[in-house]
């Protein structure tokens, strides 16, 4: 098939306008490492986003698992979801049991758990059942015969002298603690000794709760 010169011109410039559209089309679009990098990326987020929900859920389905019959979990051990598993916990008061071993060290038994912000007596007494924790007695230097200790009109062996014991004797004391013991020194330095066991009671942080479990470990001497 003979051609015209104008014919062989046209059909020359439609092949360069093919030849420059396919190239531009290899040029403007990202190659084909780069897509599937794109799309790796894409498939690894939707990947740690799954991950991310599957251990919320485990966790709430952890925290929301009752207790089981005859079981007792350690304050001292136990992480918050565990804690929050107690009866009358939650996720707050459990990270404030968390918070409030590491600063203040453990908890020796039921009592301590009262220095917890938001644990009053009448919640740990409800945690009593299911927690791992004696329920709390005088230590050897509350029981001994020196350190504070004096004996008994009544015969019931060694107690702690309120107006004359230490801060290491009185945190030994069930319920006492760091804490309490700095603000039973502090108010005896305020407002004189201990008169009577309603006295203790109007030490902040000391409940009358706290004031019923201490009578039979301590005594008040003027």
Do not use: C
């Amino acid at each position: 098939m003979n051609l015209s010169e104008g014919e062989t011109r046209a059909l020359l410039a439609s092949t360069v306008l093919v030849l420059l559209a396919a190239l531009a089309r290899v040029l403007l679009s990202p190659p084909a490492a780069e897509v599937r990098a794109e799309r790796l990326d894409a498939a690894g987020g939707a990947d740690s986003a799954l991950a991310a929900a599957e251990s919320v859920y485990v966790e709430t389905r952890r925290r929301s698992q009752p207790l089981a019959t005859g079981e007792r979990i350690d304050p001292n051990t136990a992480d918050e979801a565990e804690l929050d598993r107690l009866p009358g916990v939650g996720p707050a008061l459990a990270r404030e049991i968390v918070r409030n071993r590491r600063i203040e060290g453990p908890f020796r038994s039921l009592g301590d758990l009262e220095r917890v912000p938001g644990l009053g007596s009448s919640k740990v007494e409800r945690l009593a059942p299911y927690a791992r924790l004696p329920a709390g007695a005088a230590t050897e230097a509350a029981k001994g015969d020196g350190g504070g200790g004096i004996s008994d009109s009544e015969g019931r062996g060694s107690r702690i002298d309120l107006n004359r014991a230490t801060v290491l004797e009185l945190q030994a004391l069930p319920g006492i603690g760091p804490v309490r013991a700095r603000a039973i020194i502090r108010w005896r330095e305020e407002h004189g000794r201990f008169r009577n066991f309603p006295d203790l009671s109007e030490v902040p942080g000391v409940g009358p709760a706290t004031v019923w479990k201490l009578r039979s470990l301590v005594v008040i001497r003027p």
